[in-house]
């Protein structure tokens, strides 16, 4: 069954179309992987997808099981278990990444209707599920991404995504900008949040990424559509012959 | 003479946006309306008021009567008639109060619902409060312990009484009676407010805090506090205000005054919430209020910390005089403006001794059609040899309606002092708010986080126990804001 059913999107930015026609199918338990040059509307597309100001369909329709999530604010996306990793994370600055992640957790749980954690014990869990991303105790003193690294913003976007156990997670190009032990990390944490009801989909340019999170199905996007899809081994051709035979087959 | 009836309803549908906008249905003292030497006479004569202080006032009321309203704020109001207004109202109570036990149950439960109980068992601990309920001080927490260490926390109508002396010496030496409009009608007028002072060489082992309340219809609170630290002596002093949401507007016309000798430091710190009036900007509290400290010891500090996020319309400029060498001012300002309010607030500080030092940090906050001016002064006297001074003021501006002003005057009369001026203006961002929501956060809670983190600096200078009720304040404030 479909968590997320993405039909024939079309969505314009001042006037300029950027999605033409996207469709996408994700069903519960899957990963999937987005490729394709840059500027061709991957963050585009997880922006409509969270409901971002000013990213509203033109045309075609997106529901989340079974929903129409074009009605719904991005906060309401959130609760139903959507989650975006910014491929640029935003600072906060004066906002403590602790109680960032305390407001987003219980703010999580009070929506499901289960107990929210007091501070101590927040403080305790937060700890373990930071400490499996290795992240420092003194990063979570600091302001939410305010002055982080590259590496550094793109941990702290999969620690919010540990602590919010999405059902259906976007990770937009998670893996730039970490180095080799973090890549492994990272993803390590990524495969241990999958289950056979969630799903994840991965926005990136490199194959690397890939040979930790395995994908079922990959995507090739170019000119804000989707234009071919196939199993892993669609990435490894990407990877050796870049993308000019692909858009050369359709055109 | 009893005062609007309180239902849940009431309550019920206030609480929504207005917390605090609930009266309390209590018998009241009130003196006839208007104002004339006959009215100052009446509250002086109701307090016991030696008659120095009765001179001082009738005094104050000549020059007053001679005086002009100021107008250089940015901010509008029509005309107040001061002859409508009631300059005393306060509970009845049969005798004088022996203990805590003694007062009203109906005001107990008054402060219990503004989250403020007088009752010491269940208080916060660590911190003595003195309740002002409209016209009166109507009770002081922890005076025994305090006495115990020679700290004097009282009623100033108190320590007239009690204390005369110390109060000739040091009220209207900060603020003098004819400082400005409002001043000259406070020292006429004023009711009640707080006295503390601090022994040389005692660290008042508690925070001291002081609630004012304005309950009566058409009543102006015109309360005067007086702090004194000598040497070597601290204190940590809260104020908090809130008043019912009625119609017609109140004048809240304060004076503070504060006094460091010799190494001592006061800081003094405001969450201010009076009734704003409602979003179209009907009611509310006029708060025109003058507040300064003088450090006249060497090596002292004064420190103001406000969060003002109330009131239809906020005139203050909490100053320091830094007239002791090595002297240190400081002022933190939260100032939120929302719907149709309007702030003029700042600071002054006037550097006299040498090696002064002064830091004024500014967050001003303004959303729906409000204006939310900054106005500072930096004056360095030719004296002020080797003074130093920082300031940053920043401007958040939420939706496109609202505007923010930043006015500093510099006068700088010595070369080789060092004055910086820093200002920003900034929108909330959509990133930012998208980021938040993204995570799960409504348009209010996520608001709420960025002006949070925006006026962290000035935040992180409240005592522990308000700053959490400060951030709350915040998001209240702001409420309707956004989305
Ligand atoms: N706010 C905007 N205004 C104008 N054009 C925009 C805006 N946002 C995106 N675009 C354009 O939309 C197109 C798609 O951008 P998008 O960021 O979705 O690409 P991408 O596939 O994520 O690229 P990359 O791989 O570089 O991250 C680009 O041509 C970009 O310039
Ligand atoms: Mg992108």
Redesign the pocket.
């Known amino acids: 069954m479909p968590i997320l059913e993405i039909k024939n999107a079309e969505l314009s ?2 006037n ?1 179309k ?1 999605l033409k026609g996207l469709s996408l199918s994700v069903n519960e338990g899957e990963t999937h992987a987005i490729m ?10 997880s922006y409509m997808l969270a409901g971002r100001d ?1 990213y509203e369909l033109d045309n075609g329709s997106i529901t989340f099981d079974n929903i129409d999530l074009t009605l719904l604010s991005p906060d309401e996306r959130s609760n139903l278990g959507l989650f975006l990793a910014f ?1 640029y994370p935003v600072e906060l600055p004066g906002v403590s990444s602790t109680n960032f992640l305390r407001e987003i957790f219980n703010s999580r749980k009070k929506y499901l209707g289960e107990n929210e954690l007091s501070h101590l014990d927040f403080i305790k869990y937060l700890r373990k599920v930071a400490e499996n991303l290795s992240i420092k105790d003194e990063m979570l003193k600091r302001y939410v991404n305010f002055g982080f690294s590259g590496g550094e913003k793109k941990r702290f976007e999969i620690l919010q995504m540990a602590l919010l156990n999405p059902k259906i997670s976007v990770l ?2 998670t893996d730039s900008g970490l180095d080799v032990d973090a890549l492994k990390i990272v993803s390590e944490g990524v495969n241990n949040l999958k289950d056979k009801k969630n799903a994840v989909v991965v ?1 990136t ?1 490199y194959q690397r990424l890939l040979d930790y999170i395995k994908p079922d199905i990959v995507h090739i ?1 170019s000119d804000g559509k989707i234009i071919k899809s196939g199993d892993a081994d669609l990435a490894l051709y990407v990877e050796k012959n870049g993308y000019s035979e692909i858009l050369n087959e359709k055109s | 003479m009893v005062a609007t009836t309180e239902t849940i309803n009431q309550v019920k549908t206030t609480t929504d946006k207005y917390k605090y906008g609930f009266s309390t249905e209590i018998e009241v003292d009130k003196a006839p309306k208007g104002l004339n030497e006959d009215i100052i006479r009446f509250i002086s004569q109701k307090k016991d008021e030696p008659k120095w202080m009765l001179d001082w006032r009738l005094e104050a009321f000549k020059k007053w009567k001679r005086m002009e309203k100021p107008n250089w704020a940015k901010v509008s109001f029509p005309d107040i008639d001061f002859q409508d207004i009631y300059y005393y109202a306060a509970p009845k109570s049969k005798k004088k109060l022996n203990s805590l036990d003694e007062v009203d149950p109906e005001l107990l439960k008054t402060y219990e619902k503004l989250g403020i109980p007088l009752n010491e068992q269940k208080m916060l601990a660590g911190v003595a409060v003195d309740a002002v309920f409209d016209s009166v001080s109507v009770a002081t927490t922890f005076r025994e312990k305090l006495s115990e260490v020679g700290v004097i926390f009282c009623p100033i109508s108190e320590a007239i009484i009690n204390h005369p002396d110390l109060v000739k010496k040091y009220i209207g030496s900060v603020v003098p009676v004819t400082d400005n409009y409002y001043t000259a009608l406070n020292s006429a007028v004023f009711t009640d407010g707080s006295f503390v002072y601090i022994p040389k060489g005692v660290k008042c082992p508690m925070e001291l805090s002081t609630y004012f309340r304005i309950n009566e219809k058409n009543t102006g609170q015109f309360e005067r506090t007086l702090i004194i630290a000598e040497d070597e002596g601290y204190v940590s002093y809260l104020e908090g205000c809130t008043a019912p949401q009625r119609d017609e507007n109140q004048l809240h016309a304060a004076v503070v005054e504060l006094v460091a000798m010799n190494k001592s430091q006061i800081k003094y710190s405001t969450v201010q919430n009076w009734y704003p009036g409602d979003e179209k900007g009907k009611g509310g509290i006029y708060n025109f209020v003058t507040k300064r400290g003088k450090c006249l010891g060497e090596n002292s500090k004064i420190s103001w910390t406000q969060v003002e996020t109330g009131s239809s319309i906020t005139w203050k400029y909490p100053s320091c005089i830094l007239m002791g060498d090595n002297s240190i001012g400081e002022f933190y300002s939260v100032a939120i403006t929302n719907n149709a309010q309007q702030a003029d607030t700042g600071t002054k500080m006037i550097h006299i001794g040498k090696n002064t030092k002064s830091t004024i940090i500014s967050k001003g906050i303004s959303a729906g059609k409000s204006q939310n001016t900054y106005r500072g002064q930096v004056q360095i006297q030719k004296s002020a040899y080797n003074a130093r001074n920082f300031t940053q003021c920043d401007s958040l501006l939420i939706g496109d309606t609202c505007s923010a002003h930043t006015v500093p005057y510099i006068n700088q009369h010595v070369s080789n002092a060092k004055v910086e001026h820093e200002a920003t203006t900034s929108k909330i961002s959509e990133e930012q708010l998208f980021y938040c929501m993204q995570r799960g956060l409504d348009a209010e809670q996520a608001t709420s986080m960025i002006v949070n983190g925006f006026c962290k600096e000035v935040m992180k200078e409240l005592p522990m126990e308000f700053a959490v009720e400060a951030q709350k304040l915040i998001g209240i404030s702001l409420e309707g804001s956004v989305g």
């Open positions: 930015i001042d300029k950027i394709g040059p840059n500027g061709s509307g991957k963050s585009t597309l000013g491929q937009d190009e926005i340019h996007m």
